[in-house]
Structure formats: C-alpha cells, structure tokens
C-alpha cells in the first residue's frame, strides 16, 4: 500500500526566503504524486502534479517539485515567499487512475513580514 | 476552474438530526469522492464512487452513507448526527481513465453538531 510522510507541521518562513516542504512518498511501483493547497474556508487546488514525465515539475504560482526516485521524495519548493503563500500544503499519492489518493497529513506554512 | 459545488457551505445543527450534504459536479466526471478533514488538517478519505450505482467505503469508518444515482450527484447523508461527527466535509471528482489522476474539490462543507 502507498503512504505519504509530511515532515514538519508547521513550517515557517520569512517574507522572501525560500520555500521547502516535504514529501516522502512508499509505494512499491512509480507512483502519480501531487501537491494541493488549501487556503482558509475553501477547499484544495492543484498545485502540481508528477505523471512519470519530467521529473522537475513546475507549477501554480511560482512553486516546483522535484521527483527524486533514489530518496522516495518529492519536495515542493519556492524561491522566494510571499505573504499569499501562507496556507496549507498536502502531497498525495496514487498507483494509478483508478485508486483514490492517499493524502500526506499536510503542513501549514506561515510567513513572515 | 473546477465546477464542483457543495451545499451547504456551513451548518449547524442539534444532535440526533438527519442530514444530507450535497455534492455536484457540470464536468462530467464518474469519479467522486468524499473526505472528513479534521481541526488539525488531516484528510480522510470516507466515501467513493467510480460511476452511477457504485459507492464504495473509505479508509476511515463512518457513519454516514451516500448513494450516487446520477453522475453528477453525489449525496452524504447522516441518519442521526452527533457531535463527534463535527468536521469539514470536503467533496472531490476526476475523470475514469485518463491520464491525469488529479482531482477536483469543492469549498467544503463545514458542520457543527451541538
């Protein structure tokens, strides 16, 4: 079975710093990951997502991901913060189209001015 | 944008009562899921559906039931709410055989039980 494992709660950062959060995935053949983020009181969006294409994934709003096989990761990360980062970040994890997603606990960044 | 609605957005209500919170989608997906998000973030997934007439269980036990009996529908229902059933109901769909697995979620439903 596949899991998911959000290092770190709470992450946070200052206003223009970089971003790193992290995502370590177990899966016993490649699997599809994703990252979504949640702002307050609305539901989760795409941030981006790997499919076994590139394995440096560029998404929404400045934020890549970088799918690393040898160490089971796929980090999210942003050059530099932005106070309308500040929200919850998930990374999820499927075998195939036709298994839901296995989401990680998730990790709420903050940012600091 | 993703066009997937849920209703009703916030609710509040007495303990021992039936609800129904309601899911949609216009993109014409067959997958649809429900999930219960706790206070501290954590989602988990209580429901799914690949197609009409199929529903099956999540990973996390609940009580609450769903039926899907148009593709766009997708129905929760509590027969008897407590107040450990207060959470977060969040509403997702994707497509069936395609290859982009993402999904798709609504705004959530965010329910106390008093």
């Known amino acids: 079975a596949q899991s998911v494992t959000q290092l770190g709660s709470h992450v946070s950062v200052s206003e223009g710093a970089l971003v790193l959060l992290r995502c370590n995935y177990s899966?016993?053949?490649?699997?599809?990951l994703f990252w979504y983020v949640q702002y307050p009181n609305q539901g989760l969006q795409l941030l981006l997502k790997y499919t076994s294409a590139a394995t440096l994934v560029k998404g929404i709003n400045g934020f890549e991901a970088e799918f690393k096989k040898s160490e089971t990761s796929f980090h999210l990360t942003k050059p530099s913060a932005h106070m309308s980062d500040a929200a919850e970040y998930f990374c999820?994890?499927?075998?195939?189209?036709?298994?839901?997603?296995?989401f990680g606990k998730g990790t709420r960044l903050s940012v600091i001015a | 944008e993703a066009d997937i609605y849920q209703t009703p957005r916030y609710l509040v209500i007495g303990t021992g009562k039936k609800i129904t919170l309601e899911c949609s989608q216009t993109m014409g997906h067959d997958k649809m899921y429900w999930y219960q998000q706790d206070p501290g973030m954590e989602l988990h997934l209580i429901h799914y559906s690949y197609g009409v007439n199929s529903t099956e269980k999540g990973d996390l036990s609940s009580e609450s039931t769903v039926s899907r009996i148009r593709t766009e529908h997708f129905p929760l229902t509590l027969e008897s709410a407590r107040p450990s059933h207060t959470s977060q109901y969040l509403c997702?769909?994707?497509?069936?055989?395609?290859?982009?697995?993402?999904?798709?979620f609504g705004p959530g439903t965010r329910l106390t039980v008093t």
């Open positions: 899966s016993s053949v490649p699997p599809y």
């Open positions: 997702a769909s994707s497509e069936l055989g395609t290859s982009s697995y993402e999904q798709y």
């Open positions: 999820a994890v499927s075998l195939s189209g036709n298994t839901p997603l296995v």
